[in-house]
């Protein structure tokens, strides 16, 4: 089982990045997947998460109305549209997939992707 996210770069303030995340040796239409992010000397913190059913999509509140997240099944993917980037948005993110609800533990981690704002 393999996730690899990617899409990251340098972008100024305001702009946008798509992050995909592409999974493979997954039934990947059957996961929940969810992405996460770190930045230098804090915690993993949790950014946006979509269900088996797309309609169900989560956000953190810090990006809100900024960050939307979608899926496409045929293609083992899903993507993070990220606009209005902010400097605090600065961070490595990693995509994730859980066997269950985007509440619950996932099961398999990609490598992240490094996402630098620059004001």
């Known amino acids: 089982v393999q996730l690899q996210a990617s899409g990251g770069g340098l972008v100024q303030v305001g702009g946008s990045l798509r992050l995909s995340c592409v999974s493979s040796?997954?039934?990947?239409?059957?996961?929940?997947v969810g992405w996460f992010r770190q930045a230098p000397g804090k915690d993993r913190d949790f950014v946006a998460a979509?269900?088996?059913?797309?309609?169900?999509?989560y956000f953190a509140d810090s990006v809100k109305g900024r960050f939307t997240i979608s899926r496409a099944n045929a293609e083992n993917t899903v993507y993070l549209q990220m606009n209005y980037l902010k400097p605090e948005d600065t961070a490595v993110y990693y995509c994730?997939?859980?066997?269950?609800?985007?509440?619950?533990?996932?099961?398999?981690w990609g490598q992240g992707t490094q996402v630098t704002v620059s004001s």
């Open positions: 979509i269900g088996r059913n797309e309609d169900n999509t």
């Open positions: 994730a997939a859980s066997s269950g609800t985007p509440n619950s533990k996932y099961n398999y």
């Open positions: 040796g997954l039934a990947f239409s059957t996961y929940a």
